[in-house]
């Protein structure tokens, strides 16, 4: 019942209100019937009673008992069975001993006191002084009258009524009754249902407008509910303001939303340059060093590998900016690692930095080189800018365990909780002239080749630590 909707539990709510009320009142009706039937049996009693007392006082004064009897007898003689007719009638003297009944068969005059079993005290007793005289057994309602000669008593008239003979009466009044109630409520019942109905309607609607308040994917919002400015009312008009404001401020979310694209575009697209210059400067200071020496058969061949491990990079760049990594035919060599310090060195004479480079690998890993190469020469120059003129960057790469371990250490400023905590996410500002693009693609880089990234930073020291498994597939 508690889950049933209010389109059903309202009305059948009225409904059951209108039936409680129905039999309440159907329930008091009968009883009030019953007790009438009781005061107009005991008031017909109490006439009959007085009337028969005064017929019967003179004959028994004389002792006369055949008298008396023939007018009990009278009493039923050419009469129709009646609820208000005693079943029988007797009379006792002050011992209790039957006198005459309008029964002497079941009631013949004997020396003994008359067997009417627990009432026959009460019955035979004088009644006390404002007494009725009524006295209720299980199954009778006994009548005793005084029956007096002036002053002085000749004994007591006892009319005995059977419970059972009021109860055909009772039952056609309450047929009667139940009726009219049946007959009631088969108007009332749907009356109440309809206004139960009436009544639930706004709340219905009211429902509808406050479901679809949380749901972006709906037209404008329009809550228009029907109904006077009761409390139902006064609500109505605050859910309409709540979705009128709710309305506003999807239009302005839309509106950040696509200002909030168009900037996204552009820190995109400023990363993307910064992650492209990287490569470009090393090959830059390449050709300027094949431009002095460009005779030497050497630093040809060195020229060569780094333009050509630089445009290598740039793809590798931009498939991370997909983050998407494709094995490569080409293992990681120690070579590859060593580039990196050439590729960054630009960065460090300008910023007049120490750099200590600890390259450990003594052979190829089973490992993409083009991605732990640029996972490497990113935090390398991330290093090389967050360190302050004149500090220091050291870089270790060793194989351990099946593992390879990048570290690289920066003497520059600790990086605080907040910025700690979104350091990795993508278009977050980074450090000076960064954009924060470089961390999120490392990161993303590192976890699409099996690995984990880790990061320590206090005030003088940043520890950046990357642990790649050796020889899983990608």
Not at 162 to 188: C, E, H, I, N, Q
Not at 252 to 266: F, P
Not at 327 to 352: G, Y
Request: contains cysteine; neutral net charge; aromatic residues 6%.
């Amino acid at each position: 019942m508690a889950s049933l909707s209010f389109r059903y539990r309202v009305p059948l709510d009225i409904s059951l209100v209108v039936l409680v009320t129905g039999i309440g009142i159907a329930g008091v009706v009968l009883w009030h019937d019953y007790r009438s039937l009781r005061a107009d049996a005991s008031e017909s009693a109490a006439r009959l009673g007085q009337t028969l007392a005064r017929a019967l006082a003179p004959d028994l004064k004389l002792d006369a008992r055949w008298p008396a009897y023939r007018t009990l007898s009278a009493l039923y003689s050419g009469a129709d069975p009646s609820w208000l007719l005693p079943a029988y009638v007797v009379v006792v003297d002050p011992a209790g001993r039957t006198v005459v009944a309008s029964d002497p068969v079941r009631f013949p005059m004997s020396l003994e006191p008359l067997a009417l079993g627990p009432e026959r005290a009460e019955l035979t007793a004088p009644p006390p002084s404002g007494s009725r005289g009524e006295v209720v057994g299980p199954d009778w309602i006994y009548r005793a009258v005084p029956v007096m000669a002036g002053d002085l008593p000749l004994g007591t008239l006892i009319l005995a009524f059977s419970k059972r003979a009021l109860w055909p009466r009772f039952y056609d009044s309450a047929l009667r009754v139940l009726a009219a109630t049946g007959a009631l409520l088969v108007l009332l019942l749907p009356l109440g249902w309809w206004v139960g109905w009436r009544i639930a309607r706004p709340l219905r609607e009211l429902e509808g407008c406050v479901a679809r308040l949380g749901d972006s994917a709906d037209p404008p919002l329009a809550c228009k509910i029907s109904g006077p400015y009761d409390e139902l009312g006064r609500l109505r008009a605050r859910v309409e303001s709540v979705a009128a404001r709710l309305e506003e401020r999807r239009a302005l979310e839309q509106q950040v939303i696509r200002s909030e694209r168009q900037a996204a575009l552009g820190r995109l697209a400023a990363g993307v340059a910064h992650e492209i210059n990287n490569p470009l400067g090393g090959m830059l200071t390449a050709i300027a060093m094949y431009k002095r020496h460009g005779r030497d058969e050497a630093v040809t061949r060195q020229t060569l590998s780094l333009l050509e491990r630089g445009l290598d990079q740039i793809r590798q760049i931009v498939s991370a900016l997909l983050v998407e990594v494709r094995a490569e035919p080409r293992d990681l060599t120690p070579k590859d690692i060593d580039d990196i310090a050439e590729l960054i060195a630009p960065q460090v004479r300008k910023r007049r930095l120490s750099l200590q480079w600890d390259n450990r690998l003594s052979c190829d890993l089973p490992l993409p080189a083009g991605p732990v190469r640029q996972v490497l020469l990113n935090l390398a120059l991330n290093a090389a800018q967050a360190s302050p003129a004149g500090g220091s960057v050291e870089v270790v790469a060793e194989s351990r365990d099946d593992e390879l371990c990048l570290r690289v250490i920066n003497a520059g400023d600790a990086i605080d909780e907040a910025r700690l905590e979104r350091l990795f996410e993508p278009l977050v500002a980074g450090g000076e002239g960064g954009s924060g693009l470089g961390l999120w693609v490392t990161d993303r880089t590192v976890h699409q080749l099996g690995g984990a990234i880790r990061v320590h930073s206090e005030p003088g020291t940043t520890v950046f630590e990357v642990v790649l498994p050796v020889g899983e597939p990608l």
